[in-house]
Nanobody, 129 residues
Framework: QVQVVESGGVLVQAGGSLRLSCTAS???????????MGWFRQAPGKEREGVTV????????YYVDSVKGRFTISRDNAKHTLYLEMNSLKPEDTAMYYC???????????????????WGQGTQVTVTS
């Protein structure tokens, strides 16, 4: 069972940039590149939202419309690490950001509405105006 831990969430001013990281462990019988990875976020009083997903190979990525052109997801399979580069941050990006992992390709096939099986505890991103 893979475990994922997020880091990098901080308080930042609007227009600023931030990079979140997510490191996977517990890959006793699997390889990190067997897993589709992605990020969700949940703001206070709002539903959880799928932000972006990246395929196991890294060749396919999808983004929610509100972050297209501003956020970039990437992965380093050798380091078992997922990244989220966040630029031109807005106050509405304020949320708890969760890393998630799902073995196989279902998440890529079904898109950002898919609920992956393995979740981190979250890292808080706060954007001030």
């Amino acid at each position: 069972q893979v475990q994922v831990v997020e880091s990098g969430g901080v308080l930042v001013q609007a227009g600023g940039s931030l990079r979140l990281s997510c490191t996977a462990s517990g890959l006793t019988f699997d390889d990190f590149d067997d897993y589709t990875m992605g990020w969700f976020r949940q703001a206070p009083g709002k539903e959880r939202e799928g932000v972006t997903v990246i395929s196991a190979s890294g060749r396919k990525t999808y983004y929610v419309d509100s972050v297209k052109g501003r956020f970039t997801i990437s992965r380093d399979n050798a380091k078992h690490t997922l990244y989220l580069e966040m630029n031109s941050l807005k106050p509405e990006d304020t949320a708890m950001y969760y890393c998630a992992a799902d073995r196989g390709n279902d998440w890529i096939y079904y898109g950002l509405s898919y609920i992956p099986r393995n979740w981190g505890q979250g890292t808080q991103v706060t954007v001030t105006s």
